[in-house]
């Protein structure tokens, strides 16, 4: 079964300091696609990056970036130069194996906080 | 704004009473999904459906139901409510009935139901 791996329940940061944020999955697909999301304090899911597994070259957008390493099957996630309007909830997530595939399984998220 | 559209956005109601959760997809998505947030469970898939039918079930309870419509949106509905059942509701859309290679999926804002 796939799983998800958020072991950083909540970070903490001051504005403009750089945090990553990890995320470590562990699936028994070949091919498979990776997720994060943010739920900022309003509560809505917001779609910010999908990554397939045969892809590994490193993303960057704008201050955010992300680190898919298939080895450590960890995906990464780092924001540079934190700003206040970071603060949410960011979760990581995995679809399901091929006969379900369009189920998401998502860690359990990181509280980010970033203070002024 | 992702373009998939839930109502209401807060509902409180009794237990044992009986709800009504309404989503709209973006535009041209086939596939409705309904995912439940709580603060013990987590993010949780619950069903999904695809043209009108039935395509995943995940954890969905057996006093909840969910059906398509013609016009694709879909209606989630929850009986006999428990204090339990208080959580946010998310639906999500998109074009397929499973991950293609540049897909995402899409989420509402959530409907937030409290069980009192």
């Known amino acids: 079964a796939q799983k998800v791996t958020q072991a950083q329940t909540e970070i903490s940061v001051v504005e403009k300091e750089d945090v990553t944020l990890d995320c470590v999955y562990e699936?028994?697909?070949?091919?498979?696609?990776l997720f994060w999301y943010k739920q900022p304090p309003s509560g809505e899911l917001v779609f910010l990056i999908r990554?397939?597994?045969?892809?590994?070259q490193n993303e960057i957008s704008g201050r955010y970036s992300w680190n898919f390493q298939k080895s450590t099957s960890s995906f990464n996630f780092t924001i540079t130069a934190s700003q206040v309007v970071d603060s949410a909830v960011y979760f990581c997530?995995?679809?399901?194996?091929?006969?379900?595939?369009?189920?998401?399984?998502f860690g359990s998220g990181t509280q980010l906080t970033v203070l002024p | 704004d992702s373009g998939v559209t839930q109502t209401p956005k807060h509902l409180i109601t009794a237990t044992g009473q009986r709800v009504t959760l309404r989503c709209s997809p973006r535009?041209?998505?086939?596939?409705v999904y309904w995912y439940q947030q709580s603060l013990d469970q987590g993010l949780q898939f619950l069903i999904q459906?695809?043209?009108?039918?039935?395509?995943a079930k995940g954890n969905i309870l057996e006093r909840f139901s969910a059906q398509q419509f013609p016009d694709l949106h879909s209606e989630l509905n929850l009986s006999s409510l428990e204090l339990g059942d208080s959580a946010l509701y998310f639906c999500?859309?998109?074009?397929?009935?499973?991950?293609?290679?540049?897909?995402?999926?899409?989420f509402g804002s959530g409907t937030q139901l409290s069980v009192l």
């Open positions: 999500a859309s998109s074009v397929g009935a499973r991950f293609t290679t540049n897909e995402k999926l899409f």
């Open positions: 997530a995995l679809p399901g194996t091929s006969g379900s595939a369009r189920q998401l399984t």
């Open positions: 990554r397939n597994s045969f892809d590994e």
């Open positions: 459906y695809y043209n009108g039918e039935e395509r």
């Open positions: 699936t028994r697909d070949t091919t498979y696609y």
């Open positions: 535009s041209g998505d086939l596939s």
